[in-house]
């Protein structure tokens, strides 16, 4: 069945509750991914730029400018400034662009279906990896408070994930009510922690000017190019902020993150780097070496509390994916329970979620740390951005009747820029980075296997079946027995008569009021 698809720029989304309630709400839930990101991304970049080679000042800097730019530019200007604004029927994401652009071009385009599935099979691979990453990263905390715990990590990162995808069938509403303010806390943790270390070396400030960044990439050739891969960490879950639209609504998601989210994370980063710059030891784990030492394990309670909303990002973002694959006839239909009285997109659908936990148990099994399981994240979510970015052209271009050389001046760069960050990220693939290919190929497989399958029985079964209009001129010659009642008989395409109703009328010769 296709879905209806509408689009009006700039729809703010299911917003009913209040605009703050619904910001707190985002922040609780849709900023949890890319906000747990300072946990390992520059400490991975950095590691990459070192190459075991002691850390520069250059080194810090340039990965810092890096890190900004990258923030500015994909997450702030692409998603939260301009794709935010193209909503189907309030839904965001990689397919709601699908359905959007082929409205736009009035007709269907394998491109655009092609890329579609593409950019939804990757969320799904991404969708298994952010958990685990997550959870890990912060759970790898206790080594550093007590080394003899360095057994448990794996264990309790598998009871946490356990945990959190069990509760998942209370829906997003009571969730978001509960973590809002943990994020909260955790946002503002980020900023005073960043704050106080960039006194270590105010002059780490030096890295907003992009001419770091540029001077490291053209100095450092490949290793730029591997240290670029690392980068991209900083911006995974900016995917998930499309993703998660049709939760919150477009200015809620833009407030939290203009006004809160974004200052937060560039502060800790900005702290991390001042204090790498005074004690490069300290990159073994810049995050928590933030902290002294008696403020350690609150530290990582706060932090798991944080992952576990990370994941809570991804997943609800995968919920809102498969229903628009469903929707639009690319994947069967599973069961979607509503979470929400108010909020006709907070939802949760019980078979994706059981996969989900199968396949993010299986990556914290087979990796066992954050560090190994960094390599296969980003390429996953750097493809994601590359389709978004292209089929974003086409909902500019042709639905919101922008002239082509605007549009490309105003998403090519854009996509010159994920497209440079998925080079990077390929250089990985043997890495893991195969990992969210090999769930993202599964996935898509699937897709044309039902496309495929769904199409050979359409045509068989139109063979036998009667249109609508030809039932109903048949009935007005010879109009059968009329019964009191309703009867309600279901079919996927409108047009043709449903069979339940001809074997009615064949058989009860009879047709309700």
């Not at 604004?85 to 359905?99: F, I, Q, W, Y």
């Not at 997943?315 to 809102?320: D, H, L, P």
């Amino acid at each position: 069945m296709a879905a209806s698809v509408t689009s009006t720029e700039g729809h703010d989304g299911p917003v009913t509750t209040g605009f703050w309630a619904l910001t707190l709400g985002s922040i609780g839930v849709v900023f949890g991914d890319i906000g747990t990101s300072p946990l390992y991304a520059f400490r991975e970049a950095v590691a990459d730029a070192a190459q075991g080679q002691p850390i520069t000042r250059v080194i810090v800097l340039g990965v810092l400018s890096l890190i900004l730019w990258a923030l500015l530019i994909v997450v702030t200007a692409k998603y939260v400034l301009l794709l935010l604004r193209a909503d189907n029927n309030g839904e965001g994401g990689t397919l709601s662009l699908m359905a959007l652009g082929q409205r736009a071009l009035g007709r269907r385009s394998w491109l655009l279906l092609t890329l579609g599935v593409i950019g939804a099979s990757m969320f799904i691979g991404d969708s298994m990896i952010t958990p685990a990453i997550s959870v890990l990263s912060a759970v790898e905390g206790l080594k550093l408070a007590t080394p003899a715990l360095e057994h448990f990590v794996v264990p309790l990162t598998v009871f946490i994930l356990v945990v959190l995808f069990s509760v998942q069938s209370s829906g997003t509403a009571r969730v978001a009510s509960a973590f809002g303010p943990v994020m909260i806390v955790w946002f503002a943790t980020l900023a005073v922690m960043g704050l106080v270390h960039i006194s270590d070396d105010p002059s780490v400030l030096a890295a907003i000017n992009p001419w770091y960044a540029l001077q490291f990439l053209l100095s450092h050739g490949t290793i730029g190019l591997v240290t670029l891969g690392a980068v991209f960490l900083a911006v995974t879950g900016g995917e998930a902020l499309y993703a998660d639209l049709g939760h919150f609504g477009r200015k809620p998601i833009q407030a939290g993150w203009l006004y809160f989210v974004l200052p937060s994370l560039l502060i800790n980063y900005f702290g991390q780097g001042a204090l790498v710059l005074s004690d490069p030891a300290a990159i073994e784990n810049s995050f928590y070496r933030m902290v002294p030492e008696v403020m350690l394990l609150p530290l990582v309670a706060l932090a798991t509390a944080a992952t576990v909303i990370a994941s809570q990002a991804v997943i609800t973002g995968a919920y809102s994916l498969t229903r628009q694959a469903v929707q639009l006839g690319l994947l069967p239909r599973f069961e979607v329970r509503y979470t929400s009285e108010t909020h006709a997109g907070q939802i949760y659908l019980p078979r994706v979620n059981r996969l989900l936990l199968i396949g993010v148990l299986l990556l914290v099994l087979l990796f066992r740390t954050s560090s190994n399981l960094a390599s296969a994240y980003g390429i996953a979510v750097s493809t994601t951005m590359v389709v978004d970015g292209i089929m974003g052209f086409v909902v500019i271009w042709k639905l919101w009747n922008w002239r082509a050389a605007t549009a490309a001046a105003v998403i090519v760069p854009f996509i010159v820029v994920d497209m440079t960050f998925f080079s990077a990220n390929l250089l990985k693939l043997l890495e893991g980075a195969w990992v969210p290919l090999l769930f993202g190929l599964a996935m898509a497989i699937m897709i044309w296997t039902w496309r495929r399958g769904s199409a050979i029985l359409i045509l068989k079964t139109r063979r036998i079946e009667v249109p609508l209009k030809d039932l109903i001129k048949s009935l007005e010659k010879r109009p059968p027995h009329i019964v009191k009642g309703t009867a309600v008989f279901l079919t996927s395409d409108p047009s043709f008569v449903p069979t339940a109703l001809l074997h009615n009328l064949k058989h009860n010769k009879v047709l309700h009021e």
